[in-house]
C-alpha cells in the first residue's frame, strides 16, 4: 500500500512561489512514476505534472509550463512541485498521485490508483 502526504499549501499573492512536497510511504518510491494533479473550486480535478522514476522526464499541463518545476530526491522518499508566477487561476486543492500502472506517466485522473489527501493553495490578486 502507498500512502502520500502534500504538504507546503498556503496563502500567497499573484506573481509569488511557493514549493510543495509530496512524502512517500509504503512500497518502493523509487519505482513510482509521481503525478500532480489540482481541482479547483468547481472544476474537474486535471492533470498539473509529473516525473519518471528517476527524475530523468518530466512532463507537465501547457497551463503551467514554463512555471512549475516537478523534482524529486529518492533518497528522501519525497517529490516536489516548485511553483513560481503563480496567478489566481492556480488556486486549487493540489494532489500527488501514483498511478495503477506504477512505473510509467499518465495525464488521466482515471489512471490513478494511489491519492493524497491534498494541500490548498491560494493565490490572491
Known amino acids: 500500500q502507498v500512502q502520500l502526504v502534500e504538504s507546503g499549501g498556503g496563502l500567497v499573492q499573484a506573481g509569488g512561489s511557493l514549493r510543495l512536497s509530496c512524502a512517500v510511504s509504503?512500497?518502493?518510491?523509487?519505482?513510482?512514476?509521481m503525478h500532480w494533479f489540482r481541482q479547483a473550486p468547481g472544476k474537474e480535478r486535471e492533470f498539473v505534472g509529473a516525473?519518471?522514476?528517476?527524475?530523468?522526464?518530466?512532463y507537465y499541463d501547457d497551463s503551467v509550463k514554463g512555471r512549475f518545476t516537478i523534482s524529486r530526491d529518492n533518497a528522501k522518499n519525497t517529490v516536489y512541485l516548485q511553483m513560481n508566477s503563480l496567478k489566481v487561476e492556480d488556486t486549487a486543492v493540489y494532489y500527488c498521485a501514483v498511478g495503477r500502472d506504477i512505473r510509467t506517466v499518465t495525464t488521466q485522473t482515471g489512471g490513478m490508483d494511489y491519492w493524497g489527501k491534498g494541500t490548498l493553495v491560494t493565490v490572491s490578486s
Open positions: 509504503g512500497g518502493t518510491f523509487s519505482t513510482y512514476a
Open positions: 516525473i519518471s522514476r528517476i527524475g530523468t522526464r518530466t
